[in-house]
């Protein structure tokens, strides 16, 4: 049972917010307050919302997948870290159809920006990364930096969409949400087949 609590509550607070988006429903306000007191459209913010593009974050991921298939001398952690990755657009694509939310009053007129798959990229590619060096990794200062970057990494992409505009706060607490759920899922596959010390 306390596998399956860490997904579960995950699950529950991805349906609360996903239900909130598309019933418009009291959390949506908040979430628009916050986001008025957080825009402040510069260029900084837009360079560290640049690190969750798939063209900066998925070459990041594929390195270090190659790195690991060479080092761990197995193929398995790898194959399922790409797999991860790939499930990003194939789970965040149709929800942002789905639930149709308009965007920030900083960004051009639109809809589909619930979750927010630069968030999702970034904590999937950056967070795979992580987790499958770690096993590598003797000295425990050198796992700690890892895990360090990786987190700095994936909360300066959530900073800089929030705070450029480029997204409302719940569309990153929801890809949080859709991407812990895949990591968990790749820390569970890479534990069960080998992939650690």
């Known amino acids: 049972m306390p596998l399956l609590l860490g997904p579960v509550l995950l699950l529950a607070l991805f349906a609360l917010i996903t239900w909130q988006v598309v019933a418009d429903g009291p959390l949506v ?37 190659a790195y690991v298939a060479w080092r761990g ?30 965007g ?4 051009p007129p639109g809809t589909g ?14 967070g795979v990364a992580a987790l499958l060096l770690l096993p590598l990794l003797r000295r425990r200062a050198a796992r700690r930096y890892v895990v360090a970057i990786a987190g700095l990494l994936i909360l300066a992409v959530s900073y800089g969409l929030v705070r450029r505009g480029y997204h409302w706060p719940l569309d ?16 569970w596959v890479t534990r069960r087949h080998g992939h650690r010390r």
């Open 73 to 102: 001398r197995g193929w398995r952690a790898p194959l399922v870290g790409a797999l991860a990755m790939v499930l990003v657009p194939v789970v965040v694509v149709p929800l942002k159809s789905w639930t149709d939310r308009p």
């Open 104 to 107: 920030t009053p900083a960004v």
């Open 113 to 126: 920006y619930f979750p927010s798959g630069h968030t999702a990229t970034a904590l999937v590619a950056y």
């Open 172 to 187: 990153v607490l929801a890809s949080w949400c859709l991407g812990a759920l895949l990591l968990l899922g790749v820390q």
């Open 29 to 65: 306000g908040a979430d628009e307050r916050v986001s008025r007191a957080l825009v402040h459209p510069d260029r900084f913010s837009e360079l560290l919302s640049d690190l969750g593009n798939a063209g900066v974050a998925v070459p990041v991921l594929v390195l270090v997948l």
